[in-house]
């Protein structure tokens, strides 16, 4: 079974330019998931969808960051325009909904790791 | 306010040793708790994942134990090997409607030949 996949895997901008990362979740995995890792802590969630619809979006600092899930499939986590904060590893995760409010086993991609100077 | 605490921050240990790492929460109610790890680089796999009702679950040489009363959990890792070089992310899960997973900071563990 293919996993999570994710591009780029590396990506180097300089502040105010903008970056754009892909995920592909794992087939038939109704539910994704964006994650911003910063070196040393914990991931925290930026948005989630269950298929096309956002679940979640709290923590998703909307003046520049955006995400969309067209089709219910594949999406995209774009920045813009980029800060020095930004600096992280974006990581997508999927997972099969189990029903019953129960989280599923999540499945990461390996990351996209951002450098902002 | 939902947290989730992991102890120690790091370790070293030396190859072939044991050692265990601790995970405390607040988060309340409770529905299940995952431990993942997490190699240098790459994305957190899962080891484990214990409902309420599970007191202990193995996955090879890991053992994780949770405690529902006291809101702990640990992680044991018995016989370590260089490949145990990682982060360990404990996570917990709400119960209820959206059951948001909240993430610790992790242990990063380091073994030593």
């Known amino acids: 079974e293919a996993g999570v996949a994710q591009s780029p895997r590396y990506k180097i901008i300089e502040k105010r330019q903008s970056v754009a990362f892909w995920c592909n979740p794992i087939s038939g995995h109704a539910t994704l998931y964006w994650y911003q890792q910063i070196l040393g802590q914990g991931p925290k969630l930026l948005i989630q969808f269950q298929n096309n619809g956002v679940v979640d979006d709290s923590q998703l600092p909307k003046d520049r960051f955006s995400a969309e899930r067209l089709k219910g499939v594949d999406s995209t986590l774009k920045i813009q325009p980029a800060k020095l904060e930004d600096s992280a590893v974006y990581l997508c995760a999927s997972s099969f909904p189990r029903g019953g409010g129960y989280t599923g086993e999540l499945f990461f991609g390996e990351g996209s790791r951002l450098t902002v100077l | 306010k939902n947290q989730v605490e992991q102890s120690p921050q790091s370790l070293i240990i030396l190859e072939g040793k044991n050692c265990t790492l601790q995970?405390?929460?607040?988060?309340?109610?409770?529905?299940?708790l995952r431990w993942y790890k997490q190699d240098t680089g790459r994305g957190p796999v899962s080891l484990t994942i214990m409902t309420f009702s599970e007191n202990t679950k193995s996955n090879g040489r890991y053992t994780a134990t949770l405690d529902a009363d006291t809101k702990q959990s640990s992680l044991h890792i018995t016989a370590s090997q260089l490949s145990d070089s990682a982060s360990y992310i404990c996570?917990?899960?709400?119960?209820?409607?959206?059951?948001?997973?909240?993430f610790g900071a992790g242990t990063r563990l380091a073994v030593h030949p």
């Open positions: 995970c405390n929460y607040t988060v309340s109610p409770f529905s299940n």
């Open positions: 996570v917990v899960s709400g119960s209820g409607g959206y059951n948001k997973l909240i």
